[in-house]
């Protein structure tokens, strides 16, 4: 009972707030205009001083592990070619099958996973966690650009390499995350004025993007096609932490480090997917449904997750 009181400490609350923010939505208390501006503060501002702060003040060589992020990464390609595979076996339409593929294996590490780890392992769990997520985005970014340009192949109108740069690179929370890194590696301190400043300003990273989560909720966006809706969400949030799970005993990642690749890997769909389909002409419906229906299970499958761990004392 106390393991299972501790399990629910650790993710209700991050689902209570996605929750506020629901509730603040229907109480009319936050708009539409309020979530898209609280949106782009969140992605352009508050995550990217997140990451920055805890990665850059971190001590990089106790908090870097090589062979978690090779192995997140191995699970993430894994997905992608598996739940791609099955999109064309299946026959699915070109805007269908690259919105299915990408719902499978991008997840929400930034507002979601961050959270879970923070609740999960504290301070340090963060910290790992957000050096983690500086190192495979990039992989995230570029297989869920090819799953969404591959279907349509030959068309006019492919992305081009400055596009390709700006997806893979040039991204607010991928530079924070190296700008981290290298701050974080070369031992620069950080001066106390700054280190307050961020402190502060970070504080309101986490709630803000939860609630902005909740404001976009919306059982209406849960299409009437939920066979494949129901199958891209249990890739994301059982099938990924699976194969990460055997991933990462090959590769020898046990304790805290163990325990946050699986959260990371159990992330729901990332609500980026819904613009990323609308950029690249996917089925933006689709997306929407799976980010929806896999955020709703994933409150299950966390708490069985952790449950998990934490009976292996993890």
């Keep these: 009972m106390a393991l299972f009181l501790e399990i629910l400490n650790i993710v209700l609350p991050v689902f209570i707030v996605i929750g506020l923010g629901t509730f603040l939505r229907q109480i009319g208390l936050i708009d539409s205009p309020f979530l898209h501006h609280t949106n782009r503060l969140v992605y352009y501002i508050c995550l990217p001083l997140l990451l920055f ?32 595979l099955y999109a064309t076996l299946r026959r699915y339409p070109a805007a269908t099958r690259g919105v299915f593929s990408q719902g499978s294996f991008r997840g929400n590490i930034a507002y979601v996973g961050l959270a879970i780890a923070l609740n999960a392992y504290g301070e340090d769990g963060l910290t790992r966690a957000g050096i983690l997520m500086g190192f495979i985005v990039p992989f995230l970014n570029f297989f869920a650009i090819i799953a969404l ?10 992305a081009g390499g400055s596009f390709w740069l700006k997806q893979l690179v040039l991204k607010p929370l991928i530079l924070a995350s ?69 991933l990462l005993k090959i590769a020898g990642v046990n304790g805290m480090d163990f325990g946050i690749g699986i959260l990371i890997a159990g992330t729901p769909a990332a609500t980026a997917n819904y613009i990323m389909a609308h950029e690249l002409k996917g089925d933006a419906e689709l997306a929407g449904s799976i980010v929806m229906l896999s955020t709703l299970a994933s409150a299950v499958t966390y708490t069985i997750a952790l449950y998990l761990l934490r009976s292996y004392g993890i």
């Design 53 to 84: 702060y805890k990665i850059g003040t971190a001590n990089f060589a106790a908090n870097f592990n090589g062979a978690l992020v090779a192995a997140s990464v191995g699970a993430i390609a894994v997905v992608f070619v598996l739940s791609y």
């Design 149 to 158: 340009l591959l279907p349509h192949r030959g068309q006019n109108g492919q």
């Design 178 to 246: 190296f700008a981290g890194i290298a701050w974080s590696y070369l031992t620069i301190p950080l001066p106390l004025i700054a280190e307050r400043s961020l402190q502060i300003a970070t504080g309101m990273t986490l709630p803000l993007a939860l609630i902005a989560i909740g404001g976009g909720f919306s059982l209406a966006k849960l299409r009437d096609d939920i066979v494949s809706t129901a199958l891209a969400s249990s890739g994301k949030i059982i099938i990924m932490p699976l194969i990460a799970m055997v």
